[in-house]
C-alpha cells in the first residue's frame, strides 16, 4: 500500500482514522491516522533561502516513528524518499526510545542530504500534538527529552477536564509539591498533614495552566484532603477552617503563576468556597489574558457565597475586558451583574445564554454594544420571543443563530397576533440552527416565521433537528414559504417528514448546493431514488446517515444524471465496503466530477454499528479517480452548545 500523494497533494485515507490538515506560518502539516496509533503524514516546508518548497515523503509509520522522523529533521539536512512500508513495532520502552532516531536513519538508507533544511518550531509541534488521543499524548513523554517538554505542557493546560467526580487527588499532591517551602509551612502550622518526602518538581507544572474550572479543583481539593487527613465520611458543609486556608493557598499558587485563557467559575449546591480572586497580585494581570468565561449559578449556598460571587462579578468588569467566548448559565437573580460584564467586554465574539426566563436585557445591551464583534449566539431552555430578536439586527457580524428548545409558546400567546409582519432585517445571519429534543410540544408558528423572516435575505444554511414529526414539517413549510436563498440543508427525522409536495416542488427550483440528510427509518432505497428526482441542477453535496445497499446506491446515482456530485457522504451502520467504492469509482470514471468520499460518520460507537473496510486493491483504484476517501470526523447535528465545542472554537 504506497503512498498515493507523490506528485499532487492529495491524500487518501486507507481505514478509520482522522484526518489533519495543520497550517502555521512556517509549515504545512497534512496527515491521517491509519488504523490503531498508526499515522501517514506529509511534512511540506517553505525553504526561505531560496524560495522552494522541500517536501518530506513518509509512508505508513506509527505516531512515535512520526516524532522521531520530526526530530530528525529538525536536527539533520536530510529528506526522505522511501517508499518501504513501517510496521507498528510494538510497546515503547525507554531502551527503544534512546535509540529509535539512530534506528530508523539506518532503515531509509535512501537519503539525499539537502542544504539549509528548515527548522520545525515548537509551535509547529504543538499543532500536530493537538490531534492525538490522551493516551497517545502520554506515550510521547517517553520519545526524548524535547517532546517530553512539548507534551507535558499541553497534558498540564487543562488538567481539570479529565477528572472524575471523585476528582484525582494525586494531581492536587503535584500542585502542593509546587509551593513555595514558606507556603507549605503555613500549610503545616494549619495543622495540614502533607505527604512524605515530597520531592522537587521537573516542571513549574501550575504555569502551564490554562483552563481553570472552580467546581472540579473544588472537588480534588476536598478529597485530597480528606485524604492526606485520613478523615472519614465528613461533611463538605462542615469543614474546618484549615481547610479554607489549603483552598486560598492552592487558589493563589495557580491564579499567581498561570497565564489563565479559560475560566469557569459555575457554582451548585457542593460549592463552599469561592476564592476572591481579586485580591490575588496577579488578578488584573490575568484578567487581561482571559478570553472565555463559564458562569453557572445552579444553587448557592449561602448567603455569604452570593455576596462574594457579586462582589467577584463587580470586579470582572473592570479587570477581564477582552473576553472572546462567554457561556452564562441561570444568571436570573444575577442579570444586572451580567448586563455590565457585557457591557464592559471589547472583543466578545460568541455568547450562549441558558436556562433563564429573562434574557431581554442582554439582547439590549447586545444591540448597542456588540454591534461589530459578535458573531454566534446561541440561546437554550431559554423563555423567549421570537419578536425580541429584533434587537440583535443592528449586530452587523452575527453569522450563526443556535435555538435549542426555544421555540414553545408561552400561555398567553395562544391568540394569533394581529400585529403587522416583523420588517428589520439581520444584515449577515447565514447559519441557523433549530434544535428541539422534546417530543411533545406547543410551537410558536407564528414565531417561527418571524424568525425566517428576519433572515430571509441572509440565510444560506439551515440545520434542523426535532423529534415531534408535526413541527419539522411545520419549520420547513415556513422555510419554503420565506427563505428562498438557502444553498445549505441539514435535517434529521423520517421520510414522512420531507416527503410532502410542497418541500419537493421547492426543491427543484431551489439553489441548493448540501443537502444532510439523517432518517429515522432502517431502509431509504425507495424514497432516496424517488427524492433524487427532484434534486436541483445546483447540488455537488449530499450526505447520507442511513443504511444503503450496493443495489440501491447504484440505482440512485444512475436516476442523478442531472447532478454532477464533487461530495458524498455514505454513513451506514453496517458499514460501506469494496462493492459501494466500486460504484463510486465507476461513477467518478464516468462524471468526473467526485472528489471527496466521506463515511462512518456516527455520534457514538456501539455494538450495533460496524467500521467500513476496504482492500488495499480497490483503495489503490479507487485513488486514481477520487481524491479523497475519508472517515468523516465531523457531525452536523451534534449541539452547538456542548461546552467542549463551543470553546473548541477560541482556545
Known amino acids: 500500500m504506497g503512498h498515493p500523494c507523490s506528485d499532487e497533494h492529495h491524500v487518501i485515507d486507507f481505514s478509520a482514522g482522522t484526518f489533519l490538515n495543520i497550517h502555521t506560518h512556517t509549515v504545512e502539516v497534512v496527515g491521517r491516522e491509519v488504523g490503531r496509533g498508526k499515522a501517514c503524514i506529509d511534512l511540506i516546508c517553505p525553504d526561505y533561502k531560496c524560495g522552494l518548497i522541500i517536501k518530506y515523503e513518509t509512508c505508513i509509520l506509527n505516531w512515535f516513528q512520526v516524532f522521531d522522523y520530526l526530530d530528525s529533521i529538525n536536527t539533520a539536512e536530510m529528506t526522505w524518499k522511501s517508499n518501504k512500508r513501517i510496521r507498528n513495532e510494538g510497546n515503547i520502552t525507554s531502551e527503544i526510545a534512546s535509540r529509535r532516531s539512530i534506528r530508523l536513519q539506518q532503515r531509509f538508507k535512501h537519503v539525499e542530504e539537502v542544504k539549509d533544511v528548515p527548522y520545525l518550531p515548537d509551535e509547529v509541534i504543538n499543532n500536530i500534538f493537538e490531534y492525538l488521543n490522551l493516551g497517545t499524548k502520554y506515550a510521547c513523554l517517553f520519545i526524548s527529552r524535547r517532546m517530553c517538554r512539548l507534551m507535558v505542557q499541553i497534558l498540564w493546560r487543562a488538567p481539570f477536564k479529565f477528572c472524575t467526580s471523585f476528582g484525582n487527588h494525586k494531581l492536587i499532591t503535584t500542585y502542593v509539591s509546587c509551593l513555595d517551602p514558606s507556603r507549605r509551612e503555613v500549610l503545616k502550622q494549619a495543622g495540614i498533614i502533607l505527604p512524605d518526602n515530597m520531592s522537587t518538581p521537573l516542571f513549574p507544572y501550575q504555569c502551564y495552566l490554562k483552563e481553570f474550572s472552580l467546581n472540579p479543583f473544588e472537588n480534588m481539593v476536598f478529597w485530597w484532603y480528606t485524604q492526606n487527613q485520613k478523615l472519614d465520611g465528613i461533611s463538605r458543609f462542615g469543614l474546618p477552617r484549615n481547610f479554607e486556608i489549603l483552598m486560598t493557598e492552592m487558589s493563589q499558587l495557580i491564579f499567581n503563576s498561570a497565564c489563565l485563557k479559560h475560566v469557569d467559575i459555575s457554582l451548585d449546591s457542593a460549592c463552599t468556597f469561592l476564592p476572591e480572586f481579586q485580591s490575588f497580585s496577579r488578578f488584573k494581570f490575568i484578567g487581561e489574558n482571559i478570553t472565555s468565561l463559564s458562569t453557572g449559578i445552579f444553587f448557592v449556598s449561602s448567603e455569604a457565597t452570593s455576596n462574594q460571587l457579586i462582589e467577584l462579578l463587580k470586579s470582572t468588569e473592570t479587570s477581564v475586558n477582552k473576553i472572546q467566548c462567554m457561556d452564562i448559565i441561570h444568571f436570573c437573580d444575577y442579570v444586572p451583574e451580567f ?6 467586554q471589547s472583543n466578545l465574539r460568541q455568547l450562549s445564554l441558558r436556562d433563564s426566563n429573562i434574557v431581554k436585557p442582554i439582547l439590549r445591551v447586545l444591540s448597542t454594544t456588540a454591534t461589530t464583534t459578535l458573531t454566534w449566539l446561541g440561546l437554550e431552555m431559554i423563555s423567549l420571543q421570537p419578536k425580541s430578536l429584533v434587537l440583535l439586527t443592528t449586530c452587523q457580524n452575527l453569522e450563526t443563530l443556535v435555538l435549542v428548545n426555544c421555540l414553545d409558546v408561552p400561555v398567553d400567546e395562544f391568540i394569533p397576533s394581529d400585529e403587522p409582519p416583523i420588517d428589520h432585517q439581520f444584515v449577515n445571519l447565514r447559519k441557523l440552527h433549530i434544535i428541539d429534543n422534546r417530543a411533545f410540544f406547543y410551537v410558536d408558528l407564528t414565531g417561527l416565521r418571524e424568525i425566517f423572516q428576519m433572515t430571509s435575505r441572509s440565510l444560506k444554511e439551515l440545520i434542523i433537528d426535532m423529534a ?39 426543491l427543484e427550483i431551489s439553489k441548493l448546493e448540501c443537502l444532510i440528510l439523517r432518517l429515522n427509518e432502517n431502509n431509504i432505497g425507495t424514497f432516496i431514488k424517488d427524492l433524487c428526482t427532484h434534486f436541483p441542477n445546483s447540488l455537488v453535496h449530499l450526505d447520507i446517515d442511513s443504511l444503503i445497499t450496493p443495489t440501491q446506491l447504484s440505482n440512485f446515482l444512475n436516476k442523478c444524471d442531472h447532478v454532477n456530485f464533487k461530495r458524498l457522504g455514505l454513513n451506514d451502520r453496517r458499514g460501506i465496503n469494496d462493492e459501494h467504492l466500486h460504484i463510486l469509482m465507476k461513477y467518478a470514471e464516468y462524471f468526473g466530477s467526485l472528489e471527496i468520499v466521506e463515511y462512518d460518520r456516527w455520534a457514538t460507537r456501539n455494538k450495533w454499528v460496524k467500521p467500513s473496510k476496504f482492500s488495499d486493491e480497490k483503495l489503490k483504484k479507487a485513488g486514481r479517480f477520487i481524491r479523497v476517501i475519508r472517515r468523516d470526523v465531523s457531525y452536523p447535528f451534534h449541539n452547538p452548545m456542548d461546552s467542549n465545542l463551543l470553546y473548541g472554537r477560541i482556545l
Open 468 to 506: 415531534c414529526s408535526l413541527q419539522m414539517r411545520a419549520l420547513l413549510s415556513s422555510m419554503i414559504e420565506i427563505s428562498p436563498m438557502i444553498t445549505s440543508l441539514a435535517v434529521c427525522g423520517g421520510q414522512s417528514d420531507i416527503m410532502f409536495k410542497e418541500f419537493q416542488e421547492w
Open 339 to 344: 448586563v455590565r460584564l457585557i457591557k464592559a
